[in-house]
């Protein structure tokens, strides 16, 4: 209801347009459109990456099978609640690529742990939360961002239709470099995801600037940023 009622409240001024096949054909080669794409990629890598190998990192810091299950109820709680709160502060301040910003700092600050590796099993514990919670506030807020900035009908379904099936191919990406043989350091896979979340980081940057841009040319506000 809060992304419904957000987006509702910010498009009702965009009109809506016939179709033409020429709009679908912009959208495929759009280049702030290929940077949300490329902003999700990476979160979505981080945040499958998680979900299919957190249990393993956790028994490697000494938690039995079911133990870590019941300890990684604590971190997605975290990160569900941190990104309902991102999600309503963006909203009021009518701003979400600082939140997206915030999002991809998490992500790094968590994988430089995991890298690390620390002798402290508890400061290893607290990098799951860092990395679950970024990539958790990046995706959502990416697709609100892409919601506010295309026209309604066609061209919005057919700009979300890119972003899901593209951007989820981080997934892809995810499940290759969680190497078996590496459990639970993973030290590639976490790599990976640090690399991967430095060029959505340099993403979110350069869409700022180039909407910022096209803004300034448009002499007034059209483009959210």
Do not use: D
């Amino acid at each position: 209801m809060i992304l419904y009622g957000s987006i509702h409240s910010q498009l009702v001024a965009i009109p809506r347009c016939g179709y033409r096949k020429s709009k679908i054909l912009f959208l495929t080669v759009e280049f702030s459109l290929r940077l949300r794409i490329l902003i999700y990629f990476g979160a979505e890598e981080n945040a499958s990456g998680t979900v299919a190998f957190q249990p393993t990192v956790l028994q490697g810091l000494g938690y039995s099978s079911t133990s870590a299950q019941v300890h990684s109820i604590p971190i997605y709680m975290t990160a569900w609640a941190i990104m309902l709160v991102c999600s309503m502060i963006s909203m009021r301040v009518g701003r979400r690529y600082m939140f997206i910003l915030f999002g991809c700092m998490l992500n790094m600050v968590g994988l430089a742990i995991e890298i690390a590796q620390p002798r402290k099993e508890g400061v290893k514990y607290l990098g799951l939360f860092f990395l679950t919670t970024g990539s958790y506030i990046v995706m959502p807020i990416t697709v609100v961002l892409l919601s506010l900035n295309v026209k309604k009908g066609y061209q919005r379904a057919a700009a979300l239709g890119l972003l899901a099936p593209v951007g989820n191919c981080g997934a892809i990406l995810s499940s290759n470099v969680f190497i078996t043989g590496e459990a639970p350091i993973y030290h590639t896979g976490f790599a990976t995801g640090l690399g991967v979340n430095c060029v959505s980081l340099v993403g979110i940057i350069i869409l700022v600037l180039y909407l910022s841009m096209k803004n300034r040319k448009l002499a007034g506000k059209r483009f959210y940023i």
